[in-house]
């Protein structure tokens, strides 16, 4: 621990100013390109340098950003206007062209350079955008989709010229966005580097202050291991950190400069389990997993008490989430249930996950292994990890999977959709039900809420029944913040918005 804080100053310029807020932050970006990730770790990085037509506010509200105002023409039809005289970085304005290809690039197959973008499925059934004037887009959907301006948020608009001057290939490393930094220099594993983009229109109308950017600075400071990111905090080192392990709490807490900052979040965590590989394509082995987890002594023990448990993939949060039937803790049953599934003297099985949850990933391991699924955790990168687990369609080669899924929206398209559908993009566990195809298909277009909601009843228990994951809880996001910094407040969304923060 003292080798890596010693180190920590080095990675810096010689005098860091007054004006440098910097975040001690868990994973580095898989890409600065806005359309080619599927990680809210990148998009954090990313929603610092670009501005989307539209944002949530600090309690999830979607305003207006680049669009000054949205009209639903129809059940398919929504009309945009872009504001005026928004700049990007190198000084060109945005216009109603640039809006379309950046759209375009996310929604139309092979759009970019032939590959098509992994965020299209967040655009769900867009048909086309237009410009039907210099100021505006329509955006036309193939049928309705109440939770078009919910999911706009989670894309960020690009310049066209930029773009079409770079490549595809270079937009993964240069920026030019319209958002309240710009990039100074990215640092492959270790810094990511911004400046205040003196230009910047303001941002939304309804999140003030309309202004630019407070600090001069802002660095994301890539530090995977926990404990040295609680370490650099308590040295002053670096002002705000995500991911703060509930055993650090009363530790920040009781130091003079710093506080701990909390808020409802958006992401469930869960155990995928390989239902392709030897052991957990059978429905008893999935169940002994589960049961061999208490679930409750790790929200409690581990966690400070801040998650809220789950037996589906929903938050308590999302509409149309419903109380499930509680699998229960029962290592004996787990053992029993194993055994007629023919391991009477259980299984080895390896877990996949990454750096910052190897802590709690070995303390589900060893409830495991006491309920006799042997189990040795393996830490990745997460890109690695997303390749392994993630990669639409294709076959899993491991044999479980401790991670997570955001749910920004609170809506279930954008996290059962993804999760459980077949060979859908986040579907680690390699589940395939037709008939919950079906009923997730039909919900996602559905217009009366009372009819949608029921449809997600239904979904969700029959995914309680199948268990193809370990449904485990809903943590708070935890920060640990310096008592320096003011004007900033963290996000359900997980976003971590620094244009408002200042340093005191």
Request: charged share 25%; proline share 6%.
């Amino acid at each position: 621990m003292a080798t890596a804080l010693a180190a920590t100053p080095a990675l810096f310029p010689a005098a860091v100013a007054a004006e440098d807020l910097i975040v001690g932050f868990t994973l580095d970006a898989d890409t600065l390109d806005p359309a080619n990730h599927r990680k809210r770790e990148t998009e954090t990085i990313i929603r610092n340098l670009y501005d989307g037509l539209l944002t949530r506010d600090a309690n999830m509200l979607v305003v207006p950003e680049l669009a000054e105002s949205i009209t639903q023409i129809s059940p398919t039809e929504y009309d945009f206007k872009i504001r005026s005289g928004v700049k990007f970085h190198d000084g060109s304005t945005l216009t109603a062209e640039d809006v379309k290809f950046t759209l375009d690039r996310i929604t139309v197959e092979n759009a970019m350079g032939g590959q098509t973008s992994p965020r299209q499925g967040l655009m769900g059934p867009v048909a086309s955008v237009d410009v039907t004037a210099p100021d505006t887009v329509r955006i036309t959907l193939k049928e309705p989709w109440p939770i078009l301006p919910a999911m706009l948020p989670n894309q960020q608009i690009v310049s066209k010229a930029f773009v079409e001057s770079v490549g595809n290939e270079g937009l993964a490393t240069q920026v030019n966005g319209t958002g309240p930094f710009k990039l100074v220099e990215w640092r492959k594993g270790d810094a990511i580097i911004m400046e205040r983009f003196d230009d910047y229109y303001g941002g939304a109308a309804d999140i003030p202050p309309v202004d630019k950017a407070c600090v001069d600075r802002v660095i994301f400071k890539i530090i995977p291991e926990s404990a040295s990111r609680v370490a650099a905090l308590l040295a002053g080192e670096v002002h705000i950190i995500n991911e703060l392990p509930a055993f650090s709490i009363s530790q920040v807490e009781s130091n003079d400069g710093t506080q701990v900052m909390t808020v409802n979040g958006t992401r469930s965590f869960f155990i995928a389990m390989n239902m392709e590989g030897e052991h957990f394509d059978d429905v008893k082995v999935r169940q002994a997993a589960a049961m061999a987890i208490d679930k409750q002594l790790i929200i409690d023990k581990i966690l400070g008490g801040n998650a809220a448990p789950i037996d589906g993939i929903l938050s308590p949060d999302a509409f149309g989430a419903s109380e499930l039937p509680k699998v229960g803790y029962d290592p004996e049953k787990a053992k029993a249930l194993l055994a007629e599934a023919g391991f009477p003297d259980g299984i080895d099985v390896t877990m996949d996950t990454e750096g910052a949850f190897k802590d709690t990933a070995e303390a589900i391991a060893s409830m495991l292994t006491n309920a006799g699924i042997r189990t040795t955790v393996m830490v990745g990168e997460g890109a690695q990890l997303s390749d392994k687990w993630r990669t639409k369609g294709a076959p899993k080669s491991g044999d479980m999977y401790f991670t997570s899924w955001g749910n920004g929206s609170l809506d279930p398209f954008d996290i059962f959709t993804p999760t459980h559908k077949t060979n859908d993009r986040g579907n680690s566990a390699g589940y395939a039900n037709p008939e919950l195809d079906a009923i997730l298909d039909a919900a996602a277009v559905e217009l009366d809420v009372e009819k949608r909601r029921a449809m997600y009843r239904d979904a969700e228990m029959m995914i309680n029944a199948d268990q193809p994951y370990v449904y485990l809880w809903v943590p708070k996001d935890i920060y640990g913040v310096s008592k320096r910094v003011t004007g900033w407040q963290p996000s359900a969304d997980s976003r971590i918005n620094l244009h408002d923060a200042c340093l005191n």
